[in-house]
Structure formats: structure tokens, C-alpha cells
């Protein structure tokens, strides 16, 4: 098993489409980490092709410089979206109420969830559904920091270590038939010793975790 019953437990356990009812209209990561992500889009994204931001907001960080065919974008609220200028269109749905995803198989180049997967509480249901939809050779790009809605995020991901949250969602590729091993990007800011003393500056860590759809089509 993936992870235990209570390991997909939160501490706030009110339905999640209650407390994304208001819009955030902020961002839940420093520019830094941004522009990280941004440049990892841009490295690793074709142009013309077709993306799913997954657990989307009302931005989407992806270079403006790049067109793409088609950005599907998902969220738990409609606001944020409507606000989104780089979807095409999305929809609205509460993943851990409903993990299956309403798009066609193998019908993305990339999927992409941004500072955003510790929400999920089945990861393998959600993972096995971005499998389905992407493309052979399609890449899914998981990113995050050390920020969360603590109360939100689950007991996995909130009783681990920085390292230990990079091991899971490795775990959450390799549980899932199709993936290549995931590639580990990481990139911790360098703070002068005084700072690191004092707990002061640096910019928030970025973590990504990527892997490829490497299977073919299954003929029927
Ligand atoms: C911290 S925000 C990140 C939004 C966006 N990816 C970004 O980079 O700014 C977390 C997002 O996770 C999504 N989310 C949280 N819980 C969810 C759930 N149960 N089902 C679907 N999406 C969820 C919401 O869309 C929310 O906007």
C-alpha cells in the first residue's frame, strides 16, 4: 500500500472545496522559486503542445514566451480560474473527494501540479490517472516547496523531512506502472553564515520531481 489510512489523514478535516470557497488571489511561493519553475517550463515544454495544470490557481507560471496547442487548467476554485489568462479552459473538482479526472487517455504532452500535491490524499488514484491522460513520452513535472496550508497538507507530508517529502512523491511515480525512475531537481538558496544564525532571508527552496510516460499504447 502507498500509504496508510492514517497517512492520508489532515489535521482540518472539513471538506476541501469549503476552505478553497474564497478566492486567494496571492501567490504561496517567493519569485525566486517562481522563476525556477518558470525556466523548468520553459527547459522542459514543447511549444504547441498540450499542458493540465493540475490543482491550479489563478496563475500558472508558465513562460509567456512559450504558445502552447492547448492549457486545460483544474482547481478547487472557479474565481482563481476564471482569472487564469494561460488556460484555454478548466474545470472544477474536488480530487480528494473524486480523483478521476474527466479527460480523454493520452491526451496531454504535460501535467503539471505546482506547490500543490501535499493536498492530496490518494496520491496513487491521482497519479494513475495523470498516467492515463499523458501522451507516451509525455512528461508529468511535480514541484514544491516547504510551505503548505499546514492544517491541509497530509500526515505523510506533514510529519516528514524536506528530503523525506522528495522520497514520497518519487514513491508516488514509482507506484505507478508507466513512469520512468523520476528525476530530482533541487535547488536550496545559499544564505551567508550570519543569516543562517540569525534564521533570517534566503528564498524558498524548489523541488521538482519529474518523470515520463514510458510505456506505449496498449493495443485493444
Ligand atoms: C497553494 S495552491 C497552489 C495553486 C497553484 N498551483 C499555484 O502554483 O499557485 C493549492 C491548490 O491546490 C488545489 N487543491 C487543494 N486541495 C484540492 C483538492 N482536494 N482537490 C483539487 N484541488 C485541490 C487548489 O486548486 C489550490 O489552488
Given at each position: 500500500m502507498l500509504l496508510r489510512p492514517e497517512q492520508r489523514t489532515k489535521i482540518d478535516s472539513s471538506n476541501d472545496t469549503d476552505f478553497y470557497a474564497l478566492p486567494r488571489l496571492v501567490t504561496h511561493v517567493d519569485e525566486t522559486f517562481i522563476d525556477r519553475l518558470t525556466q523548468l517550463y520553459r527547459d522542459q515544454l514543447q511549444p504547441n503542445s498540450r499542458i493540465l495544470d493540475l490543482m491550479s490557481s489563478w496563475v500558472s507560471h508558465l513562460p509567456d514566451d512559450l504558445n502552447f496547442a492547448h492549457v486545460e487548467g483544474h482547481g478547487l476554485n472557479e474565481e482563481e480560474l476564471s482569472k487564469n489568462r494561460r488556460l484555454d479552459h478548466y474545470f472544477v473538482q474536488n480530487l480528494n473527494d473524486n480523483p478521476k479526472?474527466?479527460?480523454?487517455?493520452?491526451?496531454?504532452?504535460?501535467?503539471?501540479?505546482?506547490?500543490?500535491?501535499?493536498?492530496?490524499?490518494?496520491?496513487?488514484?491521482?497519479f494513475s490517472e495523470i498516467h492515463r491522460i499523458l501522451k507516451p513520452g509525455g512528461k508529468a513535472i511535480v514541484s514544491f516547496s516547504n510551505r503548505m496550508f499546514y492544517q491541509k497538507a497530509i500526515a505523510a507530508w506533514r510529519d516528514n523531512s524536506?528530503?523525506?517529502?522528495?522520497?514520497?512523491?518519487?514513491?508516488?511515480?514509482?507506484?505507478?506502472?508507466?513512469?520512468?525512475?523520476?528525476?530530482?531537481?533541487?535547488?536550496?538558496?545559499?544564505?551567508?553564515?550570519?543569516?543562517?544564525?540569525?534564521?533570517?532571508?534566503?528564498?524558498?527552496?524548489?523541488?521538482?520531481?519529474?518523470?515520463?510516460?514510458?510505456?506505449?499504447?496498449?493495443p485493444v
Open positions: 479526472i474527466p479527460l480523454p487517455d493520452t491526451d496531454f504532452d504535460a501535467v503539471l501540479i505546482a506547490v500543490s500535491v501535499q493536498y492530496l490524499q490518494y496520491p496513487d488514484a491521482v524536506e528530503p523525506g517529502r522528495i522520497e514520497l512523491v518519487k514513491r508516488y511515480f514509482h507506484s505507478t506502472q508507466g513512469f520512468s525512475s523520476p528525476e530530482v531537481i533541487v535547488q536550496k538558496p545559499v544564505k551567508p553564515l550570519i543569516m543562517q544564525m540569525l534564521g533570517l532571508g534566503g528564498s524558498d527552496p524548489f523541488y521538482a520531481v519529474m518523470a515520463t510516460r514510458t510505456d506505449p499504447l496498449t
